[in-house]
């Protein structure tokens, strides 16, 4: 697992979140319609997600989810 900074801004991502999951929010993330990798989820119209940030530097957090929409910020 490492923490990776988001370009351009002051947010990084776990890019091994999805093992960190229970197995039941595992496979219920593995029945929908998208895919998931290093910690980023592809939706079904190709939207990317980041699936858990953090401010750079914050301690490790509590939570395992918490997304930051990886698509807009490529856009802006």
């Not at 990798?37 to 940030?53: P, W």
Request: proline share 1%.
């Amino acid at each position: 697992m490492a923490w990776i900074q988001i370009t351009d801004t002051n947010w990084e991502y776990d890019d091994d979140v999805f093992s960190k999951l229970s197995t039941v929010r595992q496979d219920f993330l593995n029945k929908q319609n998208i895919t998931i990798s290093n910690g980023i989820k592809t939706l079904s119209d190709g939207t990317e997600i980041y699936m858990r940030v953090r401010q750079v530097g914050d301690a490790e957090p509590d939570y395992l989810e918490s997304e930051v929409n990886k698509t807009y910020l490529d856009n802006l």
